[in-house]
């Protein structure tokens, strides 16, 4: 497989990454010092949600933006990345690398 290819797999290996430690850091222990638990329960995991659906959107941003660049035709890979970051990456990096030839250059 091309450096290219590698390049593209690194950059969002480590965006989901970084995502990933921000909503462990986030849940474990920033919400304790945020949120009082004894006074709404329900709040803890709603600003969970909140947080990821955040995320969800930050990188359906950055998916779109490659999207855009590479010409890619579809309408789909940008709803899939808001519902799920995980599933929506994999869908992307999935049809680059399967549609390369009629992609062309990858920077």
Not at 81 to 101: C, E, N, P, Q
């Amino acid at each position: 497989m091309p450096e290219r290819y590698f390049k593209l797999i690194a950059k969002y290996a480590l965006i989901l990454a970084t995502f990933l430690a921000i909503e462990y850091i986030y849940s474990n222990y920033l919400i304790d010092k945020i949120i009082d638990i004894e006074e709404d329960s329900t709040l803890r995991a709603t600003s969970s949600t909140g947080l990821r659906i955040l995320l969800n959107i930050i990188m359906a941003i950055l998916v779109n933006v490659d999207i855009k660049r590479l010409k890619i035709k579809t309408e789909y890979l940008t709803i899939v990345t808001i519902l799920s970051k995980h599933v929506g990456v994999v869908a992307f990096l999935l049809y680059v690398i399967y549609y390369k030839d009629k992609l062309g250059k990858i920077n």
